[in-house]
């Protein structure tokens, strides 16, 4: 972990939220290609979740929701975990992970006696802070989809099966926060709401978490540090019939990077019951009305951006030297094409280098990059994971032809400046 986490400092990944005021901990700061890989690992998700099927529509609800909401879903009455304090060194421990002991870990101090603790975040609304007018940061953006089922019903007339997608922040005041960008108290998810027949839920749910285990192959992630966990009836969520975790070989251990819940209708009657709202679906054919069984993906985006950078991080040895290289996969690549002039000194070098490199960005995601030597270049765009690198000479001057070098087997081949365009759209397949 401590290589990633200098790693993704050094190369402008992932910084301190706050640093120059000594941070805030656990919350952090994309960088300019800690973004780039960030939104690269969301459109893939999205492409493969949205675009690329017939049953699932997107949308953006609103972080702040009306505290009926967070009622009606059980979050006020059982979103907490059990915690306790250490008297002497005043630090805050998960009674879970504290595994029974009756000593501080830290300081082998006297501990309290476990008491819940709400994880979520209370706000006011208004200029007045009185208890009539609290309101919380979402801790998940599953509610937002749940409470628009009618108004997706009414809009876009689905048939079950049909789902709803969204990509957006959730707050939890989280006890034990940590392991760099894995817990935090501010995060992004990846959440599918999917709506079925309740006869149709248990094959939908098993689907879904094959699906879900392929993607993150398809990200490139290693086979062997994925695996899947099923949850025991005793560490079901209060809506679950049934959860399985998506969980990666992290460098502190085996840990959730998804779940997949089979979540029975218990929001939809929830939301009814309370609203006075009826969240029903009717089918026209066989004229009848039910709440549909939901099957919920429920994702981390810093911590799949985490997995892959870990997933992705080689140290080679070539010749002398150890080079360090992320093999991120080609779609996430945050910078496809690098180009750099190899002599600084030379004004028709350097001004053709920023031409192709100005031409390039217009379809791919290119760089240009002059700053030291060409070997320094290469390691530097090795770090971050830029899968080619453009080289214009002296030859390149007469002959038209650049030096195009591959990340993964460092070959090097001359193409045609006319060529290259064309070269790395087939590389990359972008159509």
């Given at each position: ?8 400092k050094?190369?402008g ?5 706050s ?22 690992l ?104 749940f ?6 019903l ?16 959730s ?14 108290r ?72 998804e779940?997949?819940a ?38 981390g ?39 750099f ?57 007469e ?14 081949e ?7 365009k ?10």
């Amino acid at each position: 972990m401590e290589k990633i986490v200098s790693l993704c400092k050094r190369r402008g990944f992932i910084f301190q939220s706050s640093e120059i005021y000594g941070g805030l901990s656990n919350t952090w700061d994309y960088g300019p290609h800690g973004v780039e890989l960030k939104n690269n690992l969301k459109r893939a998700w999205w492409k493969a979740c949205v675009y690329e099927r017939n049953d699932i529509f997107g949308m953006d609800a609103a972080i702040l929701m009306h505290p009926k909401v967070w009622e009606s879903s059980g979050h006020v009455e059982n979103f907490f975990d059990l915690k306790s304090d250490c008297k002497g060194c005043k630090k805050r421990f998960k009674t879970e992970d504290l595994k029974n002991k009756t000593k501080c870990p830290e300081c082998s101090g006297d501990l309290t006696e476990s008491r819940p603790f709400n994880l979520m975040y209370k706000t006011h609304q208004g200029p007045v802070e009185d208890a009539s007018n609290i309101i919380y940061l979402r801790p998940e953006t599953a509610q937002g989809m749940f409470v628009n089922f009618q108004n997706i019903l009414d809009s876009k007339h689905p048939k079950l099966p049909f789902g709803l997608a969204q990509i957006g922040k959730s707050f939890r005041n989280e006890i034990t926060p940590g392991n760099f960008t894995f817990r935090t108290r501010e995060f992004e998810q990846m959440e599918i709401e999917y709506f079925c027949r309740p006869l149709d839920a248990e094959k939908f749910y098993e689907t879904w978490v094959t699906d879900r285990f392929n993607w993150y192959l398809n990200l490139g992630i290693k086979k062997e540090n994925l695996r899947l966990r099923v949850h025991a009836k005793d560490e079901l969520a209060h809506y679950a019939l049934a959860c399985t975790d998506i969980e990666y070989n992290f460098p502190f251990g085996w840990s959730e990077l998804e779940g997949i819940a089979n979540r029975a209708d218990f929001d939809l009657r929830q939301h009814s019951k309370i609203s006075g709202k009826e969240l029903i679906y009717f089918d026209d054919q066989k004229k009848e009305k039910f709440y549909p069984f939901v099957i919920e993906p429920s994702g981390g985006v810093d911590r799949a951006v985490l997995a892959v950078l870990i997933d992705a991080y080689h140290e080679e040895k070539v010749k002398e030297d150890t080079r360090i290289v992320l093999k991120l996969n080609k779609e996430l690549a945050p910078t496809k094409v690098a180009v750099f002039p190899l002599l600084r000194n030379r004004a028709e070098i350097v001004e053709l280098a920023k031409k192709i490199a100005q031409d390039l960005k217009k379809s791919i995601t290119t760089a240009y990059d002059d700053t030291g030597a060409i070997g320094k270049l290469y390691r530097r765009q090795d770090e971050v994971g830029t899968l080619y690198c453009v080289t214009i000479d002296v030859q390149t001057l007469e002959d038209k032809q650049v030096t195009v070098r591959d990340r993964d087997t460092m070959l090097q081949e001359r193409i045609g400046i006319d060529k290259l365009k064309e070269y790395f759209l087939n590389k990359l397949n972008i159509q």
